[in-house]
């Protein structure tokens, strides 16, 4: 796709799916074109692109889980390796991050890893792309992460947990407490938000602005087409070395990303489980402390009994 007239072009997603823009080789997608004064909608090249992602996961992974289920050992250099990425996602970051809850997450972690890790590398691949450089795309993953977070809490420690975790806790007289619950209140809520939309924006970005940049240096070699032949020649290896070389660090990108969108769900997912806990324990220990054993009454009182650990 090195002959498309803007890298913009390159990037965007569209309802055809363009080969070779010199001769015009395209393959029209299902789709109402036109409409709203648009490109319309329909099949287009990111849908293509996210279910065959997600049919390489199944592909690779419904295998390993029979074997798993069977009580089968995995081997082999590629049964392990992709046993061993599931392993980094729940003892490397939902674990620490979430905490003892984390197993009950662990399944959405893995799948959003895997599905945004595929999607990133879909685009190394030539007359592919990726749909992660898509903002609508990155946009529902991040709605996603925002609603396992408030429906995790809400199933865990009820609505009224959820909603006390957003209120900090704050040493104070009831009079000075109460006014500053009700500023900061909406600021945390909100800013849970705004925390889940900067999650899509961010791998937007970052690879919108890295399949961008590996258009726009090959996008000089039809700009250089049909001139001396030695500058056209000079500009198509320097080109092709540059992507070269680029390609490699996006790579890199496209798996730091995949972590990155992994890590940062369960660390928001964590923190909100944890002022939600405090939430739910800070109730026992005004209201319910002396309920919950005879032995345990006397250290409740001088706040010193479980709950109040």
Known sequence: MIFA???????????????????????????IRGVFHGDGFGITKYTLLMLLAGGLILW?????????QTGEAPTGKFWNLFESILTFIRDEVAKP?????????????????????FCNLLGMVPFLGSPTASFSMTLVLATGTYLLITAGTISRFGFKAYAFSFAPHM????????????????????????????????????????????????????????????????????????????????LFV????????TFLTALFLGGVLEHA??????????????????????E??????????
């Not at 690779?60 to 798993?68: D, G, M, N, S, V």
């Not at 945390?188 to 940049?213: D, P, Q, T, W, Y």
């Not at 240096?217 to 700009?223: G, H």
């Open 97 to 117: 991050y979430i905490g003892k809850d984390a197993d009950r997450y662990v399944p959405y972690l893995w799948t959003v890893f895997l599905f945004v890790l």
């Open 277 to 298: 806990e405090h939430a739910v324990h800070g109730h026992d220990d005004h209201g319910h402390g002396h309920e919950e054993s005879p032995d345990a009454g006397a």
């Open 171 to 250: 040493e104070m007289p009831l009079a000075m407490k109460i006014p500053m619950i009700l500023m900061l209140w909406p600021i945390e809520f909100v800013g849970l938000l705004i925390k889940c939309f900067v999650l899509s924006v961010r791998l937007f970005a970052n690879m919108f602005a890295g399949h961008m940049v590996l258009a726009t240096i090959l996008l000089f070699i039809p700009a250089v087409r049909n001139t001396n032949p030695t500058l056209e020649w000079s500009v198509t290896l320097a080109s092709v070395l540059g992507v070269t070389a680029l390609s490699l660090l996006e």
């Open 300 to 309: 409740d009182v001088h706040g010193h009994g479980t709950a109040a650990h």
């Open 5 to 31: 007239a803007t890298a913009v072009e390159h990037v965007l997603d569209t309802l055809s799916w363009h080969l070779f823009e010199s001769v015009h080789l395209e393959i029209p997608l299902p789709g």
């Open 254 to 261: 496209a798996f730091l990303q995949a972590y990155l969108f």
């Open 60 to 68: 690779i992974y419904l295998p390993l889980a029979k074997k798993i």
